[in-house]
T-cell receptor, first 114, second 110 residues
């Protein structure tokens, strides 16, 4: 099993450009999450989804949009990239609510906004 | 929100046991205690989790205090591959958020 796969692994954007980060999981998990990690810090939750067709805001949702059209995919969009969005983005999935189930993470997308 | 407190860094010698502490004095009765680790340039990796009782798996052991206000992740024989940042996390009371603090950076010396 591939687990959680993130595409692309690296990307450089100019301020104002848009892009979409793709997360795919093959574990039939209901819950999916997008986090960002800035240098020397822990992860912060951007958006999450508790099932196909659902999305919800996390701790730092501004400037991002998400969609979960298929159960196995969770897309993170930046409509107008800003330098403050330079970060490493991690996607995660879990079988059910996080209390008793672990999250499985991808290897991240390193995004630089110039 | 229930928060955790961990030492910023710890050092261990290879093949020795490592005890990584975590304080969570505001934990609620239904919060699970999760441990993850993050190797350089990788995503976080699940290590272990528990609610009240001590837990063991192939990677580590989790010792939970009787009052649940603290816990300890135990690596029985540290290897160089165990050098990572270790995060102690509680389920967010309000919903789905995993609150990641800065974690403990573990260095393993050969």
């Amino acid at each position: 099993n591939a687990g959680v796969t993130q595409t692309p692994k690296f990307r450089v954007l100019k301020t104002g450009q848009s892009m979409t980060l793709l997360c795919a999981q093959d574990m039939n998990h209901e819950y999916m999450y997008w986090y960002r990690q800035d240098p020397g810090m822990g992860l912060r939750l951007i958006h999450y989804s508790v099932g196909e067709g659902t999305t919800a805001k996390g701790e730092v949702p501004d400037g991002y949009n998400v969609s979960r059209l298929k159960k196995q995919n969770f897309l993170l969009g930046l409509e107008s990239a800003a330098p403050s969005q330079t970060s490493v983005y991690f996607c995660a999935s879990s079988f059910a609510g996080i209390g008793s189930y672990p999250q499985h993470f991808g290897d991240g997308t390193r995004l630089s906004i110039l | 929100d229930a928060k955790t407190t961990q030492p910023n860094s710890m050092e261990s010698n290879e093949e020795e046991p490592v005890h990584l502490p975590c304080n969570h004095s505001t934990i609620s009765g239904t919060d699970y205690i999760h441990w993850y680790r993050q190797l350089p340039s990788q995503g976080p990796e699940y290590v272990i989790h528990g609610l009240t009782s001590n837990v063991n798996n192939r990677m580590a052991s989790l010792a939970i205090a009787e009052d649940r206000k603290s816990s300890t992740l135990i690596l029985h024989r540290a290897t160089l591959r165990d050098a990572a940042v270790y995060y102690c996390i509680l389920r967010d009371v309000g919903g789905q958020n995993f609150v990641f603090g800065p974690g403990t950076r573990l260095s393993v010396l050969p």
